[in-house]
């Protein structure tokens, strides 16, 4: 008597499942104090996945504040399961900045979402703000 | 791409910070006190075809260019194009259109 197996398949790696790149920001110049708000979102779409190659996260100081107020500027995944950047500052000096570029290569599953957000509580002074994130999303 | 105009929601906190009901979108101005935002979603963030895009009734805004207008039945193909996978504390989206 034989016993033989089917030949096993194995699944195609994730590049080769329909991939495609994908990439969300916002770069706002000269923003004036203003309360929390998004400024970019990404959901992943049902039955895909996307990794998260790369995250960028920038302020600059435009024009100086009078008097400053806490500074934030973020790109997390939303409910908080992941926080890729988070900054605060009081910096009020022309051209202060944080730059981050950052490469995660971390998974996200379908519905789940990354985004950015900032907000300024300063009185007056602006600021330039700059989000992105770039990702492989390919069949889950 | 397309380019809307929507309601936004939230408080402006950062537990609840200004926002729209989409899936995917790039904030191009946000008005706090009328709370509305025009968004524009990448062209590979919705199924709608170029001919769709074309056919889509628009207005004409001095800075940002053709506003697009999307009926029941783009905001129900927008929706089918996410699905209804939700992870909490998401909930699931409602665009709405001013």
């Known amino acids: 008597m034989r016993i033989t197996q089917a030949p096993s398949t194995a699944r195609a790696a994730y590049y080769d499942r329909n991939m495609t790149y994908v990439s969300a920001g916002s770069d706002q110049q000269g923003i004036a104090p203003h309360a929390f708000a998004d400024t970019w979102s990404y959901t992943v779409p049902a039955a895909r996945k996307t990794t998260v190659t790369a995250v960028v996260n920038i302020w600059r100081r435009l024009t100086a504040a009078a008097p400053v107020g806490k500074v934030t500027a973020q790109v997390i995944s939303a409910g908080g399961t992941a926080m890729f950047d988070y900054f605060v500052t009081t910096l009020n000096a022309i051209d202060n900045r944080h730059d981050a570029i950052i490469t995660p290569n971390h998974v996200l599953i379908a519905g789940q979402i990354i985004k950015g957000n900032n907000s300024d509580a300063s009185t007056g002074g602006t600021c330039d703000f700059e989000g992105w994130f770039n990702g492989n999303e390919y069949d889950a | ?98």
């Open chain 2, 1 to 98: 791409m397309i380019r809307i105009k929507v309601k936004t929601v939230g408080e402006g906190t950062e537990k609840n910070p200004y926002t729209v009901n989409a899936p995917t979108w790039r904030l191009l101005s946000h008005d706090d006190v009328e709370r509305v935002a025009i968004i524009e979603i990448p062209e590979w963030a919705h199924p709608f075809t170029q001919d769709e895009i074309d056919a889509m009734q628009t207005t004409e805004h001095p800075e940002h260019g053709a506003i697009h207008s999307l009926t029941e039945d783009h905001l129900d193909k927008l929706h089918g194009y996410y699905g209804d996978v939700y992870l909490p504390p998401s909930k699931p989206y409602k665009l709405e259109q001013v």
